[in-house]
């Protein structure tokens, strides 16, 4: 009865969305009630982006056209290939033709990393492994944790300790730390004993900074944001802090430009340290595809790497990075059941807001 039901529902989704796409021959990607431009539309028609209809998940392309018919309770973005999706109260997986490859029946289910997605069953005392893109379980649920893999290893939580292991599941680096972070430009930020120092591959250290750091955080292009008790700064690869310690927080370096507080707001500096983009940001998000998400007071919108200033004149209640040439949008109540739409990088909707 339910999957009639489901069936019912998505039937009716799409023939509405049908007739609004017919009734506006001149919408190329069927832009539901806003106005859209062919030559405007910047998505990539190849990714795939989850969208919501009567309540009900399914997926579109980059135009903006139904590609996956809404049929589930909630769904999470791509990653090569395969996509999580929920039905009640469980996870499984589809991939790009929306077949149902793993079917629902796990209470986590990470995203797809070098072939392997870590899952957790339903029962209370169930562990994490890894499936495969076929859904056959080729790491066993033995940790309490996991994380992706990243450069051919997981960090995985044993005995409330983290170590690494390989894509066939052999322990490589011993668990004996109680924080890890994923494997970046051959590096890991770990905190043991001693505090927080960066490993290599096997396991040996690599970088023991000489200041007394708080955390740790990635490389990436050489670059890695630390915190001391005089503020954020960031190291290079031999543990030298080559942009002094003295901002309230700082991001990993994306597309050149990183984001950092700056007297309770947030700036885009350079690799010099240097400001770069300069607004009174209430938040930031990091550059993707030369675009970055910012709150200006209580709205957000998007500037422009190219010019440093706002690149659209819409206003969203929350905003998410570019990817594929479209960025996922809030409006209404981001906390309780927002209205989830796309735009392209003149800020016109691809899709409308809707939920």
């Known amino acids: ?20 796409c017919l009734g506006s021959l001149a919408f190329s990607g069927c832009d539901l009630f806003e ?4 030559a405007s539309l910047e998505g990539n028609p190849n990714e795939l982006y989850p969208v919501r209809i009567d309540g009900l ?13 809404p049929a589930y309770d909630n769904a999470r973005d791509f990653s090569e290939d395969m996509a999580a999706v929920q039905l009640g109260s469980v996870w499984g997986y589809v991939n790009r033709n929306g077949t149902l490859v793993v079917q629902p029946q796990y209470q986590v289910a990470g995203r797809f990393s070098e072939g392997l997605a870590f899952v957790r069953g339903t029962a209370l005392d169930d562990l994490y492994g890894f499936i495969n893109k076929e ?21 995985v939580r044993t005995d409330t300790r983290w170590g690494f292991i390989n894509r066939s599941g052999e322990m490589v680096i011993d668990p004996s730390y109680s924080d890890a972070r994923p494997f970046s430009d051959g ?3 770990v905190e043991g004993l001693s505090g927080w120092i960066y490993i290599s591959k096997n396991g040996d250290t690599a970088i023991s900074p000489d200041l007394t750091v708080q955390v740790l955080g990635d490389f990436v292009d050489g670059y890695a944001p630390f915190e001391t008790g005089e503020g954020w700064g960031y190291l290079d690869t031999r543990g030298n802090p080559i942009i002094s310690p003295r901002f309230g927080s700082a991001e990993a370096f994306s597309e050149g430009l990183a984001v950092v507080e700056i007297n309770d707001g947030f700036e885009f500096i350079n690799k ?5 983009v300069f607004g009174e940001f209430s938040e930031a998000q990091p550059f993707s595809e030369g675009m970055a998400a910012v709150r200006i ?25 570019f990817k594929g040439g479209l960025a996922r949008v809030l409006l209404g109540d981001v906390n309780v059941d927002p209205r989830v ?6 800020g016109k909707y691809v899709w409308y807001p809707m939920n």
Do not use: C, H
């Open 1 to 20: 009865m339910k999957s009639g039901i489901t069936k019912n529902v998505v039937t009716s989704a799409v023939l509405v969305t049908t007739f609004l």
């Open 35 to 38: 106005e859209s431009d062919e």
């Open 57 to 69: 998940w399914g997926y579109i392309n980059g135009l903006g056209r139904i590609v996956i018919l």
């Open 135 to 155: 859904g056959t379980t080729v790491i066993p649920p033995t940790y309490e944790l996991s994380q992706p893999f990243a450069e051919g290893l997981a960090a």
């Open 187 to 189: 590096l890991s930020a």
């Open 272 to 276: 010099r340290g240097e400001v770069v």
């Open 297 to 321: 007071n209580s709205d957000w919108t998007y500037v422009s790497k190219a010019t440093g200033r706002v690149a659209m004149e819409r206003n969203f209640d929350a905003a998410e990075p």
């Open 341 to 346: 739409g796309y735009i392209d990088r003149a």
